[in-house]
């Protein structure tokens, strides 16, 4: 019986064969989505200028200090300060501008009073206004460089731009920064069975699914898809594919199918001299394929039940494609929690489950299978929200016990 390979010995194969793929410089707009691959330093203070958190009146910190309900301070308004405004009006004593937030503060104010704190709010607030709350000296007030100096590192290279980063990135002044190129992946389904869905099936025939679940989990990656391909199990297809994927400069060509130990393993029997194909200490993934060409495209055969190649792309492709890319991290987050139910494991393998996570209970959380085990179960795959991950040593999972949970949702 051949060997099981541990998950981390063949996830340290495919590690070892990936090359960066380079880099480009786009404006932030086209960077969302993509690794980050230089530090992006600040090119202005953030905030840029001392300014107010509220709405309301700068006034001095000495006129308003003893202020209260019982004593109300006596204030004329001198100016007003809309968001925007480049005006820097003195104040004297006794004297208070009317500001919006974001408004650049007048250099003679030490403190914001808010509309709420005043006898007349906004409704009576261009006039002489009377303040009934002393506030301390600078409150309310955003100072200069106090999130980030200009030159300071806003963020770091490695990480996956987002919504959040990108605004952090704007927010600094920056208008372009240094990606990694997307990862070009081809997509290739095997089996004589494969039909597209939504075709009338004729004896033998299932929808094709899989194409569409690895097109998306490379796109969730950052790829690219280049080629989206079905090939029978009789034919030289896989060769093919691989052919028009090195014209097209893939980086990537993930097959799902012909990798067992079946008489039609297509990809197996036309791939041999540049792929190797293994037994993974693994349920479900256990067989694997993986190699490399010559111009460098990295090749993943890996097996057709779905819940199979979902898996095997989360453990195996998605690192590669993250790692090709810079990413500092390629892990997912992990939960730890209890199990509602019990369910069986199997015997010397590693056991990635799809589950549902319940939050009925905001303060105990707790994971069910999303699906009865089978690694061909489609639909019940499509409930999933994470993967409970079992240690090979561990014989069975009982009601209660913790699992680590992998989120990939």
Request: net charge negative.
């Amino acid at each position: 019986m051949n060997r099981l390979i541990p998950v981390e010995e063949h996830l340290a194969t495919v590690l070892s064969a990936v090359s960066d793929i380079g880099t480009e410089r786009l404006p932030l707009a086209a960077s969302r989505g993509r690794i980050l691959r230089e530090s992006v330093h600040a090119a202005v203070d953030l905030p840029a200028f001392d300014n107010s958190a509220m709405d309301g009146f700068a006034v001095r910190h000495d006129d308003i200090a003893d202020a209260s309900a019982d004593h109300p301070v006596r204030l004329r308004v001198v100016a007003d300060l809309p968001a925007g405004t480049a005006l820097d009006p003195p104040l004297g004593r006794g004297e208070a501008a009317r500001i919006m937030t974001g408004s650049p503060l007048p250099t003679a104010a030490t403190a914001i009073v808010p509309f709420e704190d005043t006898v007349g709010g906004l409704a009576d607030s261009l006039g002489d206004i009377e303040v009934t709350v002393a506030k301390p000296f600078g409150a309310h007030v955003r100072r200069r460089g106090e999130d980030a100096a200009a030159g300071d590192v806003v963020l770091e290279a490695g990480i996956l731009l987002g919504p959040l980063q990108t605004a952090a990135i704007a927010a600094s002044g920056v208008a372009d920064v240094v990606v990694s190129r997307r990862p070009r992946v081809a997509v290739v389904s095997t089996g004589s069975e494969l039909v597209p869905p939504g075709t009338p099936l004729r004896r033998g025939q299932i929808p094709e699914s899989n194409g569409e679940l690895l097109e998306a989990l490379a796109l969730g990656a950052g790829a690219d898809v280049v080629i989206s391909a079905t090939v029978s199990d009789d034919d030289g297809g896989p060769r093919e594919v691989l052919e028009e994927a090195e014209r097209l400069g893939a980086d990537v060509v993930v097959f799902s199918g012909g990798v067992s130990a079946g008489a039609y393993e297509v990809v197996k029997n036309t791939l041999g001299d540049v792929m190797s194909f293994t037994s993974v200490g693994m349920q479900p993934g256990k067989p694997q394929g993986f190699g490399r060409t010559l111009a460098g495209i990295l090749l993943f055969g890996l097996p057709g039940n779905p819940v199979s190649a979902a898996v095997s792309f989360e453990v195996f492709v998605r690192p590669a494609l993250l790692t090709m890319q810079g990413a500092t991290d390629h892990a997912r987050r992990v939960l730890t929690l209890p199990a509602a139910v019990g369910w069986r494991t199997p015997p010397g393998r590693a056991q990635y489950l799809p589950v549902v996570i319940d939050t009925t209970d905001p303060a105990a959380w707790r994971v069910t299978p999303a699906t009865s085990g089978g690694s061909h179960l489609a639909g019940g795959l499509g409930r999933a929200e994470a993967y409970a991950i079992v240690p090979a040593e561990v014989a069975r999972v009982d009601p209660g016990d913790l699992v680590d949970v992998m989120l990939i949702s």
